[in-house]
């Protein structure tokens, strides 16, 4: 289904593994997270880890997409105890 996107992740985002996006701004980094982050969520049992080194993480636009993409789902259930975030203000030495 995702064949260009698996393609270019080398097959994938896998779980205990770091995937670091990069891109010019508004090029759709902060959406796909989001996305991703209440795919997983909604499916599995697993936890998910945000590292955010732009300050763009925004729980009411995680709602918002939670909304949208899942419906049927309360997006306080879906959310509970399973997003850690940690915000990094710069990685530069």
Same mark, same amino acid.
């Given at each position: ?6 393609? @270019? ?8 593994? @770091?995937?670091?996006?990069?891109? !010019?701004?508004? *090029? ?22 945000? !590292?955010?080194?732009? *300050? ?21 259930? !879906? ?10 203000? *710069?990685?530069?030495?």
């Amino acid at each position: 289904m995702y064949y260009r996107l698996d393609a @270019i992740l080398h097959d994938g985002i896998y779980n205990t593994k @770091i995937t670091e996006l990069t891109g !010019i701004s508004g *090029s759709g980094k902060t959406r796909f997270c989001y996305k991703l982050i209440l795919s997983i969520l909604a499916r599995t049992s697993e936890k998910v880890l945000y !590292i955010d080194s732009g *300050s763009s993480f925004s729980i009411e636009r995680l709602e918002y997409y939670c909304t949208v993409s899942f419906a049927a789902f309360s997006f306080k259930l !879906i959310t509970a105890k399973k997003i850690f975030l940690f915000l990094i203000f *710069s990685l530069r030495t």
